[in-house]
């Protein structure tokens, strides 16, 4: 990781080793575009959002990033690099490198990329607020035909002499 002569696949500057939020990142100093391992994405993501999530809820808005389209090359490997929608959101294009599970992230791209992570989090709390809610009524309908079906025990048919 030390051996950085890996360039920015944008405009070929240096790319700085260092630590963003404790992540270990790739940083160019030139466009600000930062390469992260996939599997440090979240706590990186994490780290950056704590404060703003509690301001986010689950239709928060996210402001689509222009991704500028080519394929990149893989700073360290140089084969090409595939590009998705972050969480199957069009909002933001990722590059990521399949060999070396780089992630290259374009400037500005980080932001959006925490809202989006937020919001799915937020989404998710609702959904399970909400089956919760339910399984409390299910119990609550189920305690109600206990109640009912016991009181049934006690019914004595009046006998008509
Ligand atoms: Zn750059
Ligand atoms: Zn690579």
Redesign the pocket.
Known sequence: MSDSNAVCPRDGGNLDDGHFHDTPVRHCKTCDGVLVKQNQLVALLLAMSTDIADHIDEDSEVTPMPDPGDRLD??????K?DSYGYMGSSAVTIDC??????LWIDPGELGTMCVIYQRANKRLAVKQTAAKQMTRNLEKLDLGMAVQNALWTRFQLIDLL
Do not use: F, N
């Open positions: 893989c700073p360290e490997c140089k084969t690099m490198c399949q060999q070396c599970l780089w």
